[in-house]
T-cell receptor, first 109, second 111 residues
Framework: GENVEQHPSTLSVQEGDSAVIKCTYSDSASNYFPWYKQELGKRPQLIIDIRSNVGEKKDQRIAVTLNKTAKHFSLHITETQPEDSAVYFC????????FGTGTRLQVFP | DVKVTQSSRYLVKRTGEKVFLECVQDMDHENMFWYRQDPGLGLRLIYFSYDVKMKEKGDIPEGYSVSREKKERFSLILESASTNQTSMYLC??????????FGNGTRLTVT
């Protein structure tokens, strides 16, 4: 069946460094790729999304890239700050939404 | 701002009990979803609903049922709770296409 693989499962960076989380999807019909951020004890919240007709999207320090040929997409966070520490989930949708297994990002001051 | 409210933040139940998890959204969304969240497994879809009195199985429906009698309310039912249903349960809603708006979650412990 369809699945989404997400790597790494944990990521530790120094404040100010960049962080990259990668996801690979299996269903070539997937056409929408949201990213969710879940802070400790809180709900997942959408932080950025990209559709299959776009290769890259940026929103301030956050960017997402999509490679449809390779069926992978990535979240890039630049100039990381301690408040970026959270679990990040990628997801892909064709006929249903499938989540990755999550990446716990820790940003050390 | 969309508000998705789950009735309980924490629940402790005994094995074999019938458990109701309630979710209410205030934005007239037609789509509602129940997920469970477990470490290393991400978010897995249990059931979803695209309309009142309509339900569809997700990826892991075994041991669960749902009820959607009103558009704003989607209930998850554990007919006979078991210890392997100890988890964080997240409700979500959406209007038409994505994105999903999540509730704060209910952490259920079955002893």
């Amino acid at each position: 069946g369809e699945n989404v693989e997400q790597h790494p499962s944990t990521l530790s960076v120094q404040e100010g460094d960049s962080a990259v989380i990668k996801c690979t999807y299996s269903d070539s019909a997937s056409n929408y790729f949201p990213w969710y951020k879940q802070e400790l004890g809180k709900r997942p919240q959408l932080i950025i999304d990209i559709r299959s007709n776009v290769g890259e999207k940026k929103d301030q320090r956050i960017a997402v890239t999509l490679n449809k040929t390779a069926k992978h997409f990535s979240l890039h966070i630049t100039e990381t700050q301690p408040e970026d520490s959270a679990v990040y989930f990628c997801a892909a949708i064709s006929d249903k939404l499938i989540f990755g297994t999550g990446t716990r990002l820790q940003v050390f001051p | 701002d969309v508000k998705v409210t789950q009735s309980s933040r924490y629940l402790v139940k005994r094995t074999g009990e019938k458990v109701f998890l309630e979710c209410v959204q205030d934005m007239d969304h037609e789509n509602m979803f129940w997920y469970r969240q477990d470490p290393g497994l991400g978010l897995r879809l249990i059931y979803f609903s695209y309309d009142v009195k309509m339900k569809e199985k997700g990826d892991i429906p075994e041991g669960y049922s749902v009820s959607r009698e009103k558009k704003e309310r989607f209930s998850l039912i554990l007919e006979s709770a078991s210890t392997n249903q100890t988890s964080m349960y997240l409700c979500a809603s959406s209007l038409g296409d994505l994105p999903l708006h999540f509730g704060n979650g209910t952490r259920l412990t079955v002893t």
